[in-house]
């Protein structure tokens, strides 16, 4: 499809386990977005690349988590040590550059992480 | 005191209703806003842009105050379809979108 692609859709896991979750985002775009969603709040803002390399990894919550992207394209989103509170759904989006004159962000269905 | 904050809701009116939505956003140097729409256990997509000069897409109408660094959205004759949490968004200078709590609106027969 054409669209921001996420993978696992869904993933149960056991604290302290280590969690990747996966995303492919739309072709050609340039800066790809984390976001992490708890039940009735916003999209908490994460991380985003422009490129290969992370211009803002301010939303970072501590050292467990990290992310790549290597080649520009696909990242991928790593939780060491799982712990109850990550369980949210981890929101992935795309955009060509030049958000401040579209805004727009293509996001993705997102992968629901449960840590029991 | 979070970035951008809205009134969570929800906001349960009739169809044909209008109803307003207020957002309030903390950082002065905030460049743009906009408004997204995010449906039950969806993912968020752009309803619409934020001007100081107001900007009106059919039903809706979307409102920026600078100087109280404050937005609106305003919806008319409100449909069953625009149920949904309705998200104030501030785009900041590092290149990042910051999404307010969002407001559930549903809209009853």
């Known amino acids: 499809g054409a669209g921001v692609s996420q993978t696992p859709s869904n993933k149960v896991t056991e604290k302290g386990k280590y969690v990747e979750l996966r995303c492919d985002p739309i072709s050609g775009h340039t800066a790809l977005y984390w976001y992490r969603q708890s039940l009735g709040q916003g999209p908490e803002f994460l991380i985003y690349f422009q490129g290969t390399g992370a211009a803002d990894d301010s939303g970072l919550p501590n050292d467990r988590f990290f992310a790549v992207r290597p080649e520009g394209s696909v990242s991928t989103l790593k939780i060491q040590r799982t712990e109850r509170g990550d369980s949210a759904v981890y929101l992935c989006?795309?955009?060509?550059?030049?958000?401040?004159?579209?805004?727009?962000?293509?996001f993705g269905e997102g992968s629901r992480l449960t840590v029991l | 005191r979070k970035e951008v904050e809205q009134d969570p809701g929800p906001f349960n009116v009739p169809e044909g209703a209008t109803v307003a939505f207020n957002c309030t956003y903390s950082n002065s140097a905030s460049q743009s806003f906009f408004w997204y729409r995010q449906d039950c256990r969806k993912e968020p997509k752009l309803l619409m842009s934020v001007y100081s000069s107001g900007n009106e897409d059919g039903r809706f109408t979307a409102q920026l105050n600078r100087a109280s660094q404050y937005i609106s959205l305003l919806i008319r004759d409100s449909k069953l379809s625009d149920s949904a949490t309705y998200l104030c968004?501030?785009?900041?200078?590092?290149?990042?979108?910051?999404f307010g709590q969002g407001t559930e609106l549903s809209v009853k027969p």
């Open positions: 968004v501030a785009f900041n200078q590092g290149g990042k979108l910051i």
């Open positions: 989006a795309s955009s060509p550059t030049g958000l401040a004159n579209t805004g727009e962000l293509f």
